[in-house]
């Protein structure tokens, strides 16, 4: 298949998964969810929990990759290489041929898993260290191709709200329980406010310049939706790490209630109480009893109609990333979010009073502005 007639609906067409209980989740989402609702990195995973080529084939395609395109299988190859040339070189790592040129790629997902078919664990922890320098350098190269790719950010933009909103229109269709899908993309004034709150004003590091709202009926719903936009949407892995601001769902607490869970806690790849505090990660101009859920994610596109067709070279890199904002939360905590405090005005209001402060410091505040302190080192 030529990369020029790539259409990446055609990866991710087909029937739908199905939309999992409680009592339905493995290990291998729970895992999932614990990285997103705590904001860690699949960097610091010891092992991988799939079962079965077709799911690590599903994974694949959720970074728009096929392996059914022969582009495709070079990329993933030369990635390979690449990765174990570093190990290699760098720190002298002896690996056996099993992982460094296995038969199908999607072998070392399964020993990463500790699917070895003669022998359970065995290559488990380098297939995991080659996956994790894979992931480095794929992400690396997508940066470095956005930055020397002739297309505008208002395009990008468009190509993944394709993808997203097709999905919403899918879930919705299928009756899950979402109350209110919604996308919003910032304003010129709203950037520039933020920037100037944020202690790095660097416009790179704005995250959720897009984002998208997502409105559940109940509190649990929120996990459940979430695990399903991982199966269906974005790989678990572009979830940015320490970008996740959760005061709605308690990872330990949500195990607790449930048989189910508590029966997968110990086969975490780490203790279950391990992790980041979520309360570290609050906005400071959030009212006190403000509750949601926000993550950010690298989400993939192909870009390969905007690549050069002169360009003969197998296992070239033909996908970007997009940093994309997803702010969930049920409805009844939508509706106490508008209350008081926590309202998007007395929010909006807080931030400006913090920018004012830093800008006047030393200054004249505009005539019939108030601000209640000047501004402190460290506010």
């Not at 728009?64 to 760098?90: C, F, G, I």
């Not at 002298?92 to 500790?114: I, K, M, T, W």
């Not at 709202?213 to 991982?230: A, K």
């Not at 959030?286 to 690549?307: C, E, H, Q, T, W």
């Amino acid at each position: 298949m030529a990369s020029e007639s790539f259409d990446p609906a055609r990866l991710l067409s087909g029937e739908a998964p199905p939309f999992l209980s409680m009592d339905e989740l493995g290990l291998r989402e729970l895992e999932q969810l614990r990285l997103v609702l705590r904001g860690d990195s699949v960097v610091d995973w010891r092992h991988l929990n799939f079962a079965t080529r077709a799911q690590v084939d599903d994974f694949l395609r959720l970074h728009l990759l096929d392996h059914e395109d022969a582009n495709d299988r070079a990329l993933m190859r030369r990635l390979l290489k690449e990765a174990v040339d570093y190990l290699r070189s760098t720190y002298h790592y002896r690996l056996a041929d099993a992982v460094a040129e296995p038969y199908e790629v999607q072998d070392l997902f399964l020993y990463a898993s500790g699917r070895h078919p003669r022998r359970a664990g065995l290559y488990q922890k380098i297939a995991c260290i080659i996956l994790k320098v894979i992931h480095v350098i794929h992400h690396m190269e997508g940066r470095e191709l956005l930055f020397r790719t002739p297309i505008a950010p208002s395009v990008l933009a468009r190509m993944v709200d394709e993808r997203i909103m097709k999905t919403f229109a899918e879930m919705k269709r299928m009756g899950l329980p979402i109350v209110e899908v919604s996308g919003s993309i910032k304003t010129q004034h709203s950037l520039i406010t933020k920037l100037i709150a944020k202690r790095d004003t660097v416009a790179a590091q704005v995250y959720d310049k897009v984002r998208y709202r997502i409105i559940t009926r109940e509190r649990n719903d929120v996990v459940l939706v979430l695990d399903y936009l991982m199966r269906t949407l974005f790989p678990f892995t572009l979830v940015v790490p320490s970008q996740t601001e959760n005061s709605l769902i308690d990872f330990e607490k949500l195990v607790a209630q449930s048989e189910h869970l508590r029966e997968l806690g110990p086969k975490l790849h780490l203790p279950i109480r391990a992790g980041r505090d979520v309360s570290q990660t609050m906005n400071p101009f959030s009212g006190k009893s403000y509750r949601v859920l926000n993550f950010v994610v690298d989400m993939p596109a192909r870009i390969d109609a905007f690549l050069s067709p002169d360009d003969p070279r197998p296992g070239r890199p033909r996908t970007v990333f997009s940093w994309v904002e997803f702010q969930m939360m049920d409805l009844e905590t939508a509706i106490e979010n508008e209350r008081g405090e926590n309202s998007h005005e007395c929010y909006k209001a807080r931030q400006r009073e913090k920018v004012l402060r830093r800008l006047s410091k030393g200054l004249v505040v505009p005539k019939g502005t108030l601000v209640a302190s000047p501004w402190e080192e460290g506010d």
